[in-house]
């Protein structure tokens, strides 16, 4: 009742006009905000609009860069001896996993994989990282790949990526030669940094560690690519945009020849030593191998660090390449070069003869620096002292010359320095002087000890490169050609070969002192009393060589005096210690009349180098020229059958 | 009342079946919309535009259904509407179900309701009817009733917490008592007891999370990776669409997942990003017409508690839209508001539809009013 007389006083037009102007009221700030609103999307969409468009692309586009293909490695025939192969991996994206631990230990039980990649893949992450995805596994087979395709959604932040990885089809006959890639490190990119060429690897992981993979590191790599693409906002890319292709590293052809370092490796089969086979015409390597060598391809893949750690501690040094690194007495294979230093200087002459008693004398000196043949050789001049390898001879010749003349004579021939060979592992090896003496012993320089130096010994090493260069300017008759592995590049189809290194030719007054050093070479190899005639007996060439026998140091200093640490020769008594048994060196060309190539032996601790080095050389010198006949011979087959094509051809258009 | 008589008879028959044919209109161009921009933003989720159709179907169905009751019996069920509302509320408070950090659903055996939605209808009922009976304007001492009234649900779904919701609860309440005609010097003096309680609010009431997002919403490029990110990439996205707009399906910020939330409370900026500043002008001019339309409505009405019903509804909707678009534009703090009818989500939906059924109920009940 109330309630109707309260309804019947109410005034209902000045309830209806005060709601009607509250409504306007409200009506007019709608419109107000809906302005403002308006007018804050204009300012984002019409005055910010450029600004925005940038944020908007810059949060979608993303360039990424490709990695240009590594150019590849052949032999001289174009045989692979470096390629590139492609490769399943599980790479992670450690940002995009929830629990990294729970994910890494389902995938080594689902890809049944070894618990130490756990480990490595730690180690990786906390390294500097260029990448934001880290490869957890290398050379998953398809059945693993298969695998983890189908259980992927339960591992997010976790791909296969195919790419392609180096591999070396020889495994370990070229590793001192070709070397490896690996992963870059940090030592990597402040080199490539300084080199200004770090941008070149945006994309690249890996770089040549070891030889010609890092001597020509610039040629094979080549440059990256770019592609813009469109990603999402887990960085997932979505479509390509622009493509530019990397410009793929050039091909290198080595001047290597697969066949010569196979037979090499299988002379050295079971020793530690090193073969050199050099072209004698411009120096190319036909050859070069060092035993024990290793798979190179463990080191492309990250070589686990127990494994290094066997390589490493390994007695035999696999790391070493004793080619190019291994220091050796040079022996009696140096009296050929001391035979060019006594001709050239007039400290001997071609046929002036010395009586060898089998010993020489110093004056004032008491004792006697012994012949290797106790009893001498009797009349003995410069041919038949290579011939024989006369000691007497050389201990006569280098007192003549002196240490001072001896050092800077075997400076010009290439020993004391490093070849400049196209691979960084190189030793200059040591070429002894006084003044060096002087420095790092604090001693004098001795008489004595430069007889020693005549017959290559005392502190005096070479590298087998060393020895193979120096006699290849023997028979070359003073050129100097520097050893070279480089053969050709080939960028596309475009092959340029690569011109021989060589150094202005050895100045000698007169070139029959070549010849008849050369003479005297091949006389050790054709005469009965040669030491290397037993190794040539019935060879279908003309070879000529010098042999040398060197004794480790160890026993020298251990039972012999030191100035009679040559023996040249065959008694090799065999009850001793295999570590301190003779090293056996030798050097040789072929053929005689035309010398075609070079080669330099050593090997260790096996005995004299008349019979165990020579031979080597024989089978491998008979073994290049059998083989090189048969190459001729198929050239000429196919030279003919080209021949015989054209002319059916052109009998062909005749009709 | 803006209308000529031609137009009129030409609504004759939608008249007869309680639905205002202009607002029904504008109200399907935002669902034809919402399906559109949910598509896209969706990445061509076929499925997703599919529930979200069955959504709108049983929207427009509630709105139909609501369309048909007498403005009367909503008067009646006021009261009714606001106690049980209240109860449930306070249900929820000690029985609720957690979800996605608040406590704001009620397990009923057969299905979780959300009695927070009720209120968003029952609030502006409830105030309507406590205006309605006294003489407008409404008079200090019924303003105070008026404002503890809207404090309890308001101050019930705060503490669950869903800031969005107890926004427009409270503002649905305030919006029927300035339409009553609260005196400006009582406003005046809640705006300032309000600047009051800011501080307040902020020390005391506020979660971490939510005062999180005001000091992200202050300085969003300070945390770019953090919360700011949202409102970068909303801000890029509206941005970079220019002014004609990236196309549908074309905006990368959306497609490619830059913004978060793309479906639901971000819809605005793929669309904004997808049909530029033209396709946010078409969309403000359709909510601008729908709360002109609604006011139109109320205005019309013949009794105080349907005008003040129908405003606070029309007007609640439009803070929807602004809440929302102030927000993705960077304009306001990111509360948890969707875009009224174009927003992924079912139930925000009908409680909005419900009400425009309310509000054809008002519009098209009048002769029966008359004759009342």
């Known amino acids: 009742m109330n309630r109707r007389r309260h309804n019947a006083l109410r005034d209902y037009t000045a309830e209806a006009g005060l709601f009607a102007s509250r ?43 490709v990695p240009p293909n590594r150019g590849l490695i052949y032999d001289r025939n174009g045989e692979i001896l470096a390629e590139n192969i492609a490769v399943y991996s599980i790479e992670i994206i450690p940002e995009e996993v929830d629990d990294l631990d729970d994910t890494l230990t389902r995938l080594v039980e689902l890809l049944d994989l070894d618990e130490s990649v756990i480990s490595q893949f730690t180690t990786q992450m906390r390294r500097a990282r260029r990448f934001p995805q ?17 259980h992927q959604h339960h591992f997010p932040g976790v791909s296969v990526e195919a790419r392609l990885q180096r591999h070396y089809p020889y495994d370990d006959l070229f590793t001192h030669v070709i070397g490896y890639v690996g992963r870059i490190n940090r030592q990597d990119i402040q080199r490539l940094q300084a080199n200004d060429s770090y941008n070149l690897y945006a994309a690249t992981r890996t770089i040549g560690k070891l030889g010609v993979e890092r001597y020509y590191e610039s040629v094979l790599h080549g440059k990256p690519g770019f592609q813009t693409v469109e990603v999402n906002s887990r960085g997932r890319v979505v479509r390509t945009l622009e493509f530019t292709p990397p410009v793929p590293g050039q091909d290198i052809y080595l001047e290597v020849d697969v066949q010569v370092q196979k037979i090499a490796r299988h002379q050295l089969q079971g020793r530690r030593g090193a073969i050199v086979v050099m072209d004698s015409e411009n120096g190319g390597l036909l050859a070069m191998y060092s035993n024990p060598s290793y798979d190179a391809n463990q080191f492309v893949r990250g070589i686990s660090s127990t494994a290094y750690q066997a390589l490493l501690q390994n007695s035999n040094n696999p790391l070493i390449n004793r080619a190019t690194q291994g220091r050796y007495p040079p022996a ?119 007889l020693s130096v005549g017959i290559g010994q005392s502190f005096w090493t070479v590298t087998p490169l060393q020895l193979a260069t120096a006699t290849n300017i023997l028979v070359t008759e003073g050129r100097r050609f520097q050893p070279r592995l480089l053969r050709a590049t080939r960028d596309g189809e475009q092959m340029t070969y690569q011109e021989p290194f060589e150094l202005p030719p050895l100045n000698i007054r007169d070139p029959i002192f070549f010849s008849a050093i050369m003479e005297g070479m091949e ?22 060589g010098k042999t040398g026998t060197a004794q480790v140091i160890s026993r020298a200093e251990a039972e012999q005096e030191p100035e009679l640490v040559l023996v040249d020769g065959e008694q090799v008594p065999v009850e001793v210690d295999e570590r301190l048994r003779d090293n056996a060196t030798y ?34 010198l008979d073994f290049y020229f059998d083989y090189q006949k048969s190459v001729e011979q198929a050239e000429l087959r196919d030279e003919e059958e080209r021949l015989k094509e054209q002319r059916e051809e052109q009998s062909d258009d005749a009709n | 009342m803006m209308q000529t008589s031609q137009e009129r008879g030409s609504l004759t028959l939608f008249y007869r079946f309680h639905i205002d044919l202009p607002l029904f209109l504008a109200l399907a161009c935002l669902s034809v919309i919402s399906l559109a921009v949910i598509y896209s933003a969706g990445g061509q989720d076929i499925a997703l535009v599919q529930r ?44 609720g179900v957690v979800g996605k950090g608040a406590q704001r659903w009620l397990d009923i055996g057969i299905t979780r309701i959300q009695p927070s939605e009720i209120m968003k209808i029952a609030t502006p009922m409830m105030l309507a009817w406590y205006c309605s009976q006294q003489q407008l304007p409404v008079r200090w001492t019924q303003a105070f009733g008026g404002l503890l009234l809207i404090a309890v649900p308001t101050l019930l779904i705060a503490k669950q917490p869903d800031l969005g919701t107890a926004l427009l609860v409270f503002s649905s309440g305030v919006f029927v008592l300035f339409l009553a005609g609260m005196s400006w010097r009582l406003i005046s003096a809640a705006l300032v007891a309000l600047a009051a309680f800011l501080p307040v609010a902020w020390f005391f009431l506020m979660h971490n999370y939510q005062r999180q997002r005001v000091l992200t919403f202050l300085h969003p490029e300070s945390d770019p990776l953090g919360s700011g990110y949202h409102i970068i990439q909303s801000k890029i996205a509206i941005g970079s669409g220019g002014f004609e707009g990236k196309g549908w399906l074309q905006g990368t910020q959306s497609q490619l997942e830059f913004l978060p939330e793309r479906h639901t409370d ?64 960077g304009l306001l703090p990111v509360v948890g508001v969707p875009l009224p009818l174009i927003s992924y989500g079912g139930t925000s939906m009908v409680t909005i539809m419900a009400g425009f059924g309310i509000l054809m109920a008002i519009a098209t009940h009048r002769r029966l009013v008359l004759r009342d």
């Not at chain 1, 007019?28 to 300012?43: I, K, P, Q, R, S």
């Not at chain 1, 260790?604 to 089978?619: F, S, Y």
């Not at chain 2, 500043?277 to 403000?284: A, S, T």
């Open chain 2, 52 to 95: 979200q159709s069955v959504r709108i179907g049983i929207a427009f169905t509630v709105l139909i259904v609501l369309a048909q009751i007498s403005p009367l019996t909503y008067k009646r069920l006021a009261i009714p509407m606001f106690v049980v509302g209240v109860a449930l509320l306070l249900a929820v408070l000690f029985f």
């Open chain 1, 23 to 65: 409504a306007m009221i409200c009506m007019g700030l709608v419109a107000t905000v809906f302005l403002v609103l308006l007018g804050n999307l204009y300012h984002l969409q019409v005055t910010g609009f450029q600004e925005f468009q940038t944020r908007s692309n810059s949060n979608r586009i993303t360039v990424l860069p």
């Open chain 1, 587 to 620: 050097i040789g060309y072929a053929p005689a009349d035309d010398p075609q190539i070079t080669l330099a032996i050593a090997i260790e601790n096996v005995g004299g180098g008349g019979r165990n080095a020579a031979p080597v050389a024989r089978r491998i």
């Open chain 2, 266 to 329: 971000f819809i605005f900026s793929v669309f904004s990003e997808e049909f530029g500043l033209m396709g946010v002008c078409v969309l403000l001019i359709l909510y601008g017409f729908i709360v002109y339309r609604g006011l139109a409505i109320a205005i019309r009405a013949q009794q105080v508690f349907s005008k003040l019903l129908a405003g606070s509804i029309t007007l609640t909707v439009f803070i929807y839209a602004l809440v929302n678009i102030g927000m993705v534009s």
């Open chain 1, 134 to 150: 880290i490869p957890f596994t290398d050379n998953l087979s398809e059945e693993q790949v298969a695998r983890f395709a189908l």
């Open chain 1, 523 to 544: 006389r050790a190899v054709s005469r009965a009393d040669g030491t290397a005639h037993a190794a040539f007996v019935d060879a279908p060439y003309r070879a000529a």
């Open chain 1, 332 to 450: 009696s294979t140096i009296k050929p070069h001391m035979a060019l230093l006594g001709l050239e200087d007039g400290l001997v002459d071609l046929d002036t003869s010395i009586w060898d008693p089998g010993y020489y004398e110093l004056p004032g000196v008491e004792r006697r620096f012994r012949n290797w043949r106790s009893w001498g050789h009797g009349w003995v001049d410069l041919r038949k002292a290579l011939q024989v390898s006369n000691n007497t001879y050389f201990y006569k010749l280098a007192h003549e010359a002196g240490i001072d003349r001896i050092h800077d004579f075997m400076l010009s021939m290439g020993f004391g320095e490093r070849t400049g060979v196209d691979i960084h592992e190189e030793n200059q090896a040591l070429l002894p002087s006084r003044g060096w003496k002087q420095a790092n012993l604090n001693e004098p320089w001795y008489t004595g000890e430069t």
